[in-house]
């Protein structure tokens, strides 16, 4: 028999988004399912619409401390044996809850199982597919193929591992995801569509990507020990965006090499071999590039 599942939304102020939402996760029609929203005290239209699913969904209202202190709240409240959380402005796609709960059932060894996603806009109209990987953790560390929406875990991980880092305002996903691995727990891939994570403009992700990458680089820090270079390498490149500075010329190359260098100073305290090379054909290509365009 499936296993039991309990699904938590943290919400705030996404009552455009909120009625998908809960629609995506009622309309599973898994048996038994537990579904809690929890909000921070939203001012729009959420607790309206939550009103009208009565006793459909358990919900409460009321200030919390942040998006990962709301799951974590959901979390302890609920009775499942699989777990999984959906965001206030993301779907599952028909099916979701069914396929990763028979994955559990297939497969008793598995802590964490994670399925493909695709990014959708305002409209539910799919972006482009969520680059989603196998399973390897020392890839994981360089980039997070894992979309968050698409993820459930068992009530062992929890009870092992504890709860979301509520200190986290970004990345309390991509932290949780290195904290399981480190720790030994065993990941499986689905490959099957879940769910639809949605970017918009208010997404705090897209709005804010030089504080998201800066507080990717020091959880990894505090994680690892260190900070690989591909993020110390994001972070510079997410810098020089934010500024409107053009890329593919031969002041970017510079520039961009000039703040990996201090990336990877402020976070590792040292610029690695692989780092000092690879900036070096940055540069070396640029100014190939420049010489013939002005040499033509």
Known sequence: MPPKVSIVTPSFNQGRF?????????????????????????TDETCRILERYGSSIHWVSEKDNGQADAVNKGLRACSGEVFGWLNSDDIYYP????????YFEANPDIDVVYGDANHIDEQDRVIEPYPTE???FERLTRAC???QPAVFFRRRVV??????????????DYEYWIRLGRAGARFGWLRRTLAGSRLHADTKTLGARVPVHAEINSMLRRGLGRVPDRWLSNYAHVVLDARGVARGTLGFSLLVSLLSWYAALKWNRRISGPMWRETAQWIAGNARAAFRRISA
Do not use: K
Not at 18 to 35: A, C, M, N
Not at 95 to 102: F, H, R, T
């Open 18 to 42: 909120i009625e998908r939402t809960v629609s995506s996760v009622l309309s599973q029609g898994v048996p038994d399912l537990e579904y809690r929203v929890v909000d921070g005290g939203s």
């Open 95 to 102: 099916g979701a809850v069914a396929a990763a709960a028979g």
């Open 134 to 136: 196998p399973w390897d």
């Open 145 to 147: 193929f894992i979309c």
């Open 159 to 172: 009870e092992r591992h504890g709860f979301l880092d509520a200190g986290l305002r970004y990345t309390m």
